[in-house]
């Protein structure tokens, strides 16, 4: 049961670069999500889909893009990379509707120099 | 925007003692969750709390969601070192986009 994996689990690119952090999960779960890890900060939501070629903007999009073409996969592009965008990154699922857990990826420590 | 806030933001403690964070909405929530991240991992769920002044227990922890809604809390009776962690109280919006809490740092020692 591989549940949902993250790829690379690190990675240090340059500034303005871009990078692509890869999500699969293995639950056919409809809604996935990118959640950035900050010191001070918390964790924050990037973007999220709720299904397959449905995708919206969280509190911190600015500098991400992200698709959907299939229900297990969901990538995350640093267009751009920015020291600022130094972070962990948590991909998550979960099943539709209300009242559902959250499951997290082991994370992508992603630092830009 | 809505604030979801804990204290304390750190906590020291003996094992054997207990610990308590508390969890504190800007606004009126409908279900609260709970989730612990250990050092250098990723949060794993714990609970769920649906109802007004609900009250679950898990062995040694104790979740309460306050009468209001507002706010909730986790007790953890007798610590172990296993406990260490970061528990972060969070609130799951629609599609089930959780807005997390600031998070409480908890370190035992032995």
């Known amino acids: 049961d591989a549940g949902i994996t993250q790829s690379p689990r690190y990675k240090i690119t340059e500034t303005g670069r871009q990078v692509t952090l890869m999500c699969h999960q293995t639950w056919s779960h409809s809604y996935m999500f990118w959640y950035r890890q900050d010191l001070g900060h918390g964790l924050r939501l990037i973007y999220y889909?709720?299904?397959?070629?449905?995708?919206d903007k969280g509190e911190v999009p600015d500098g991400y893009v992200v698709s959907r073409s299939k229900t297990e996969n969901f990538p995350l592009t640093l267009e751009s990379a920015t020291r600022s965008q130094t972070s962990v990154y948590f991909c998550?699922?979960?099943?539709?509707?209300?009242?559902?857990?959250?499951?997290f990826g082991q994370g992508t420590r992603l630092t830009v120099v | 925007g809505q604030q979801v806030m804990q204290i304390p933001q750190y906590q020291h403690v003996q094992e054997g003692e207990d610990f308590t964070t508390y969890c504190n909405s800007s606004?009126?929530?409908?279900?609260i969750q709970w989730y612990k991240q250990r050092p250098g991992g990723h949060p794993v769920f714990l609970i769920q709390l649906v109802k007004s002044g609900e009250v679950k227990k898990q062995k040694r922890l104790t979740f309460q969601f306050g009468e209001a809604k507002k706010n909730s809390s986790l007790h953890i009776t007798a610590t172990q070192t296993t406990d260490v962690g970061t528990y972060f109280c969070a609130d799951p919006t629609g599609f089930q986009k959780l807005v997390f809490g600031t998070g409480t740092r908890l370190l035992v020692s032995p």
């Open positions: 606004t009126t929530l409908s279900n």
């Open positions: 889909s709720a299904a397959a070629d449905i995708t």
């Open positions: 998550a699922s979960s099943r539709q509707g209300s009242n559902t857990e959250a499951f």
